[in-house]
């Protein structure tokens, strides 16, 4: 899908920090209750610093979720968690995105036609009603609708486990998309191991999988991956314990498994934060996620040394689209009463979308 974000006006893009800050606080004091500036974890500083909840996309949609009040809901993320929030929000609220250009490139590696037509191939081999399809948080709606029509649910890396547990008991099989990594450390992690599981080739025919596979995989896993993520690697962590033979190795779920196997610990961006701060005075963390977040727990954390476990890790940049200027672009806009950057899901998406997103806020 292309998403244009049209430039932003000269009095944002030249603006100086300080400035936009004033801007920024002065906008949203005006709008007051009105308003509610979710953060994600990844967010930078200029940015996080505005944000009313700050969260991993889980926590993140649960808030949207439960809050009935605000008209404004300014998704400080990137556009499947808009999306979601839009889903999960009342009529009454309209949920913005401060740069339309802020997608995930994992999301896009399904898209809905690509999941049809595996889910029709499949059908040629295997029973589809005894399958259980699951799609990670980051994913179009229409991947979400998909999944809420044929009895499935969405997860995110902080309740795969859950999720993925409540499908084995309804189906023999999952149809997992787009990561798959997320879903082979959860079948790892439930006892589950390679043989159990086969990889889904969106671009080859019937996956690229012969039928007896995928009659005898009980995950079927996607080829999607994050491109932030994939890049720590095994040596990386060797070289962190070479270094800190007593320092702790936390990763995040869209790691490969060979880098989740060697760690300490794994889990969401909320679990990173929450073992960051559980380690004792003077511990060194070696951390597998996106860089702001690692720079934001070494900076909270003088008393530690949380480093990357790549030093030559980008910035997902994606999510690195939000900026102070954009921000104040859609703030000052709601300030005068225009509404920018509008994130709407329609009725019949949202309708069966909203069934698969439920679930998983039930199920955990
Ligand atoms: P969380 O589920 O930890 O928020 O992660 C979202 C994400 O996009 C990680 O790349
Ligand atoms: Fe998508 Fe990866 Fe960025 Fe998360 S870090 S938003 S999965 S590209």
């Known amino acids: 899908m292309i998403r244009l974000q049209p430039p932003l006006p000269e009095r944002y893009t030249t603006a100086a920090p300080d400035d936009l800050a004033e801007r920024i606080g002065a906008a949203k004091a005006g709008l007051g209750e009105r308003l509610m500036v979710l953060g994600h974890h990844y967010q930078r500083e200029e940015v996080m610093r505005w944000a009313d909840c700050r969260g991993d996309s889980f926590g993140l949609s649960r808030r949207a979720a439960d809050n009935s009040t605000a008209e404004y809901i300014v998704f ?122 086969a990889v889904w080739d969106p671009r080859r025919e019937a996956g690229g999988l012969p039928e007896r596979e995928v009659k005898a995989s009980t995950f079927l896993l996607w080829k999607g991956h994050c491109s932030v993520h994939q890049r720590f690697r095994p040596a990386h962590i060797v070289d962190f314990r070479s270094t800190y033979p007593a320092g702790l190795v936390v990763v995040h779920p869209e790691c490969a498994h060979d880098v989740v196997e060697l760690a300490d610990q794994v889990g969401s961006t909320d679990f990173i934060i929450n073992a960051v701060d559980a ?63 509008r994130i709407t899901v329609d009725a019949e998406t949202a309708r069966s979308a909203r069934v698969a997103l439920e679930r998983m806020l039930e199920i955990t």
């Open 76 to 197: 400080c993320g990137v556009h499947f968690m808009a999306e979601s929030a839009d889903i999960l929000t009342g009529g009454h609220q309209q949920v913005i995105l401060p740069d339309l250009n802020a997608g995930c490139s994992m999301a896009d590696m399904a898209d809905i036609d690509q999941v049809e037509e595996a889910w029709e191939e499949l059908a040629r081999v295997t029973d589809v009603e005894r399958i259980v399809p699951i799609t990670y948080m980051n994913s179009s709606a229409a991947l979400k609708a998909f999944v809420g029509r044929h009895g499935g649910a969405v997860c995110t890396s902080s309740n795969a486990r859950a999720v993925i547990t409540w499908a084995l008991g309804r189906g023999d099989q999952l149809l997992f998309f787009p990561d798959q990594h997320l879903g082979r450390n959860t079948g790892y992690q439930l006892g589950y191991d390679e043989s159990a599981m």
């Open 279 to 341: 380690a004792p005075a003077g511990a060194v963390v070696g951390v597998g996620t996106e860089v702001h977040l690692v720079q934001r727990l070494a900076a909270e954390h003088p008393d530690k040394t949380v480093v990357s476990l790549d030093p030559l890790i980008c910035p997902c940049s994606t999510m690195f689209r939000i900026d102070a200027a954009h921000l104040c672009w859609v703030l000052e806009g709601l300030a005068e009463g225009d509404v920018r950057n």
